[in-house]
T-cell receptor
Framework: NAGVTQTPKFRILKIGQSMTLQCTQD?????MYWYRQDPGMGLKLIYY???????DKGEVPNGYNVSRSTTEDFPLRLELAAPSQTSVYFC????????????FGSGTQLSVL | DAKTTQPNSMESNEEEPVHLPCNHS???????IHWYRQLPSQGPEYVIH???SNVNNRMASLAIAEDRKSSTLILHRATLRDAAVYYC???????????????FGRGTQLTVWP
């Protein structure tokens, strides 16, 4: 199984540019998450989704947008990139049951210059 | 939402046991305790989870205090490959849509010396 797949692995953006980070999972999980991790810091929850068509904000949603049109995909959109968005972004998924584990993607390293 | 508190860093020598503590004094009766670890330049990976009883798997053991306000992840014989950041989080089965809000703190950076 592929698990959780994130693309691209690396990206450099100029200030003001926009881009979409892709995340797809093949485990039929209802719950999906986007986290960012700044150097030397823990994971901060950006957005999450509990199913197709349902999304909600996490701790640090400003500057980002998400959509969930299918169970498999949960893209993260940056509309006007800023240097403060330089970070590593992780997507994760789970079945949603509290005794089930999360599966993480390998991350996207984003630099905004 | 219930939060967890972990030491910022811990050290161990190779092949010695490691006990990584986590405090979760506001845990509710339906919260599961999960542990994840993050190796350098990788995404977090699942280690172990439990509700009330101690748990063992091939990676580690989880010891849960009787009042459930703290837990300890036990690596029985640390190896160099166990050097990572270890996160303790709570997953609640009984909070409807807020079940989605899974918060990770900074975790504990484990250094293993050869």
């Amino acid at each position: 199984n592929a698990g959780v797949t994130q693309t691209p692995k690396f990206r450099i953006l100029k200030i003001g540019q926009s881009m979409t980070l892709q995340c797809t999972q093949d485990m039929n999980h209802n719950y999906m998450y986007w986290y960012r991790q700044d150097p030397g810091m823990g994971l901060k929850l950006i957005y999450y989704s509990v199913g197709a068509g349902i999304t909600d904000k996490g701790e640090v949603p400003n500057g980002y947008n998400v959509s969930r049109s299918t169970t498999e995909d949960f893209p993260l959109r940056l509309e006007l990139a800023a240097p403060s968005q330089t970070s590593v972004y992780f997507c994760a998924s789970s079945s949603g049951r509290s005794n089930e584990k999360l599966f993480f993607g390998s991350g996207t390293q984003l630099s905004v210059l | 939402d219930a939060k967890t508190t972990q030491p910022n860093s811990m050290e161990s020598n190779e092949e010695e046991p490691v006990h990584l503590p986590c405090n979760h004094s506001t845990i509710s009766g339906t919260d599961y305790i999960h542990w994840y670890r993050q190796l350098p330049s990788q995404g977090p990976e699942y280690v172990i989870h439990g509700l009330t009883s101690n748990v063992n798997n091939r990676m580690a053991s989880l010891a849960i205090a009787e009042d459930r306000k703290s837990s300890t992840l036990i690596l029985h014989r640390a190896t160099l490959r166990d050097a990572a950041v270890y996160y303790c989080i709570l997953r609640d089965a009984d909070r409807g849509s807020t079940l989605g809000r899974l918060y990770f703190g900074r975790g504990t950076q484990l250094t293993v010396w050869p």
